[in-house]
């Protein structure tokens, strides 16, 4: 018989979305699974066949999933039986295979194992594509009556059920039922075409967005006041407004509490956005959960990728890069910007690597240091302290601002540990100061996060304890703010108080500055704040709101420290305004431990 009766079967035309199907399942280079092999070895034992066996087709390949009996099935798709079962989406008898014009010539029917008698029921997604077959064959001639029939196909309805199953474990929400991070990432990995042989070849553009309906912030308050029942039903209430408002546009994933992915249908890569953006009347409407009707901030990012396996898989973060943009910014929507996306990145590498900084022996230099800018007592004109400010000098980058790393360290717990270093290194600092002869009062900075640590008096005393230094002679910092009226947080004040240190109220005149509510708090110190200190020489309305916050400070007895003194001229202005301590760039700017001390031995008469 001549050798094209083998050929391969003619593909139907369906044949790219029923490889797009098979693909998207993810089931070709999973392991064994004991319900299929069952299915197989009910196969072999109620047909009495040789050998029963679950098969998946791919562009080339058979792929085979489950078989109960002898080998007895190509790997090659053109010499497979399944092939022609899958090519018609329908039950497929052969009854004598040497005695067929399609399969005489085949190497399993010509030679071993001799395979007589076949007989495929395809494996069909709920989509109607046949992905496979479930198949018995025999030795020998044989044929299936209608009941045979029947019952094969239903047990590759159950195969193919089995299949689906495990494609959905840990990759479907449990509280929405929709797909979730795992699904949207195999989804985005399907994309890329199976017979892109080129390193970024791409065949299209897709839009990713990611958006939070309700915000972390809302939908903890949600939660904490009106319950976790009525918090779920209205994250699934979300979810299916956003797949109504999106049917046709893109697939709808769940991926955390209120953050929902979007990812746009073929050939809609360039409309989602704008489509996103015409959907701000029906986000607005009130969202119902258990009869209680909620107004639900939402927030998005989207990203446009080309359909290459790199783009494809960065796409979630870029998404991410863009949603955080636009929460920061409080838009509804935000595109990727790969500027702020390397900002982004920038920032997630130094909260990463500041771990690394807290490790003693940085080499040359490196890893967190502390520089200390002296205070002028004004009365005086000497120096008897000083303020200590952290640095860090990274491994690679160089020089990180404080501006730039310790506004990112207070939103983390990483402020615990950061703190602790600072607390410490400065106490040894002091401690090794005492030792040469050279008392220094110091003011050490620490972050609201700080005070809500139960343990932080304990451990300033035992940092005190274990360098030798007097609790009088540190002073603490803070920026004053409404966080401070947590009665939690105004008791462990006092403490701090009661335990002998200072307590400085930092950036005064900038932030919260009400005088009736530092009647709680036990501040000994007011630091005035540099942005009202610049510009005193040039500016007579700095001048009358500095004098004025100086003047009522007096009146309540607090300690003033003005800091950002860069002229004579503001410096005399502050000393014939009666402030206790001065601060910058005209006196000394921060200084290393060695050059502080020698500053502090100096006289300066002369100022």
Not at 12 to 25: N, T, V
Not at 105 to 125: C, E, H, Q
Not at 165 to 183: C, E, F, H, W
Not at 194 to 215: E, F, W
Request: proline letters at 5%; hydrophobic letters at 45%.
């Amino acid at each position: 018989m001549a050798n094209d009766s083998m050929a391969l079967t003619a593909w139907p035309g369906d044949e790219p979305q029923r490889l797009a199907a098979l693909h998207a399942l993810h089931l070709l280079d999973t392991g064994t699974s004991e319900d299929l092999d069952n299915i197989t070895r009910l196969c072999h034992s109620l047909f009495e066949v040789s050998g029963a066996y679950i098969s998946l087709i791919d562009a080339r390949q058979q792929w085979i999933k489950s078989q109960s009996g002898p080998d007895m099935c190509a790997a090659s798709r053109e010499l497979s039986f399944c092939d022609h079962t899958v090519s018609q989406r329908a039950l497929m008898l052969v009854e004598d295979a040497a005695a067929d014009a399609r399969f005489a010539d085949n190497p399993l029917v010509a030679g071993p194992p001799y395979i007589r008698f076949y007989a495929g029921a395809p494996l069909l997604t709920p989509e109607g594509h046949a992905i496979g077959a479930l198949c018995v064959t025999d030795t020998r001639r044989r044929s299936f009556d209608a009941a045979q029939r029947r019952q094969l196909q239903q047990l590759a309805a159950l195969a193919m059920s089995q299949l689906l199953l495990r494609r959905a474990i840990g990759r479907v929400d449990s509280l929405t039922a929709m797909p979730n991070k795992y699904q949207l990432r195999e989804d985005l990995a399907s994309l890329v075409p199976v017979d892109a042989s080129a390193q970024g070849a791409s065949t299209g553009l897709r839009s990713l967005a990611y958006i939070d309906m309700p915000d972390a912030t809302t939908s903890f308050e949600i939660a904490s006041v009106l319950g976790p029942r009525i918090h779920d039903e209205l994250i699934r209430n979300v979810g299916q407004r956003l797949q109504i408002l999106l049917r046709g546009e893109a697939d709808v994933y769940h991926i955390s509490d209120g953050r929902f992915a979007l990812l746009s249908h073929a050939g809609r890569g360039d409309t989602l956005g704008l489509h996103l953006r015409g959907l701000t009347a029906a986000l607005e409407e009130p969202v119902e959960s258990m009869a209680v009707p909620l107004n639900l901030p939402s927030y998005g990012g989207i990203v446009r990728v080309e359909q290459t396996h790199d783009s494809l898989r960065d796409a979630p973060r870029k998404a991410v890069a863009a949603l955080h943009e636009a929460l920061a910014r409080r838009q509804r929507w935000s595109d990727y910007d790969a500027e702020a996306d390397v900002l982004h990145q920038r920032r997630f590498r130094l909260l990463n690597d500041i771990q690394d900084a807290l490790l003693p022996d940085q080499a040359d230099g490196r890893g967190l240091t502390l520089d200390f800018q002296p205070k002028l007592d004004l009365r005086s004109n000497r120096y008897h302290g000083g303020e200590a400010l952290l640095r860090w000098r990274h491994h690679e980058l160089g020089p990180i601002s404080p501006a730039e790393f310790i506004p990112l360290v207070e939103r983390t717990a990483l402020i615990r540990p950061v703190s602790a270093w600072v607390v410490a290194a400065a106490l040894r600092q002091m401690a090794a100061w005492k030792d040469e002869g050279l008392p220094v009062k110091l003011a050490i900075n620490l972050a609201a996060p700080n005070f809500e640590e139960a343990d932080l008096i304990k451990r300033l005393e035992a940092a005190c304890r274990e360098t030798g230094i007097e609790p009088s002679m540190v002073e603490i910092e803070c920026t004053e703010g409404l966080w401070m009226h947590s009665p939690a947080v105004l008791n462990l004040l006092h403490g701090i108080r009661a335990l002998g240190m200072g307590l400085a109220l930092d950036d005064f005149g900038t932030g919260y500055s009400n005088f009736a509510y530092l009647q709680q708090v036990p501040a000994s110190v007011v630091k005035i704040d540099q942005s009202l200190i610049r510009h005193l020489d040039t500016s007579p309305r700095d001048r009358r709101i500095a004098q004025s916050l100086i003047a009522l400070a007096k009146e309540l007895e607090y300690h003033i420290v003005a800091e950002g003194v860069e002229t004579a001229e503001t410096l005399a202005l502050l000393r014939e305004w009666g402030v206790d301590e001065a601060q910058g760039y005209y006196m000394a700017k921060p200084l290393t431990a060695e050059a502080f001390a020698v500053h502090l031995r100096a006289t300066f008469d002369h100022l």
